[in-house]
């Protein structure tokens, strides 16, 4: 008897996530025993960056979830453009009837996702619960996925340990390490002509908002450009969250001559950073902003990186390749200096192998998603 494919839906919201989400995606495709159908949803097909062509080209769509509306931004658009999320995802459900949804991280593209799948009856697994980043408006979100999921894949030993204290079984619990490692070291550097045309930056600016009113957001954005008056910035738009207007305020406006890139796929970032970082950071540049790909994949390949601000404050990091640094001039440039300092002492970072995605992969391949009890939860304490 030929055992029945395991439909494993994987939810992607934005081109960030999606890079993440890629060698998990294509390692299900690889079990043999597993049938992949993703879904894209909210900022991949909010205009005019319609990224979700790029997720299509790769994999193809089992569905589309329109979610945000352009040019409506806020807390209360999103709460909007979450209940919009969860109605529509149940009636993907109901068309695809997936043994399996997975999802990652805290926004709200994937909240809609566990919510619908969860209330649906539907087992859930969720990437990178457990994880600490005090200073963004929804962490609860990530939390609160963790409630609604029923299999865990955290990236690190003590996120594993903050999803047992929220009284999940521990044999439900995986640590995988993190997607955003799997395949970095199969990007090559960015080429000269490549990273002339980006101006040869030695700042690479990347801030998000964090639910702040808009001139608040904006005057983080402009400290980070006072701080750096003397050296060349490269500059990439921010995610769409509330607050988005404020940080591209500054940027329309900035009092120093940056040169302004919207978006870069996955390949390029990370060959920028490889560029930018060469040699530990003898190159003389970094990173520098609010991203959690300055304490993650940066660090693991050895880019430095400056973070500013509260954003991802609780959130593991690697000492010697990201420094903190509070929202003020003076704090920004010496966290420049130190971390660009090819002196400055490096450690590694504790998110993985670099094998994350074929880790559950083959998890999710071994699970019995049909076991009674699974989806009807109860706290192991």
Sequence with gaps: MTDVLKKIMVVTGTRAEFGLLRPVMYAVHAQANCELRVVVAGSHLVQPAVTFREVKAEFGIADTIPMQTAGQVGRLADVESLGKGISRFGRSLEMNDPDCVVVLGDRIEAFAAASAASIGGYPVAHIHGGD??????????????????????????????????????????????????????????MGDGA??????????????????????????????????????VLVLHPNLDPGRRGIMNAIESAPIDVLVCPQLMRGQFIGLLKRVGAAGGQAGGALVGNSSAGLIEAAAIGCPSVDVGDRQSGRERCDGWTMHADEEVESIRRAFEAITDPGCARSAHPYGDGHSGEGIAAILGSVDWREPGLVRKHCAY
Excluded: N, Y
């Design 132 to 189: 600490r980043a005090e200073g963004v408006a929804d962490e609860a979100m990530r939390h609160a996925m963790t409630k609604l999921a029923h299999i865990h894949f955290p990236a690190t030993q003590t996120s594993a340990e903050r999803i047992i204290k929220m009284g999940e079984d521990p044999a439900r619990v995986h640590v995988v390490g993190s997607p955003a490692i799997d395949g970095l070291d199969e990007i090559p550097a």
């Design 195 to 232: 990273f002339g045309e980006l101006g040869s930056p030695e700042v690479v600016a990347l801030m998000h908002p964090i639910g702040r009113e808009d001139k608040a957001e904006q005057a983080a954005m402009e400290l980070v450009f006072k701080a750096f008056a003397d050296k060349r």
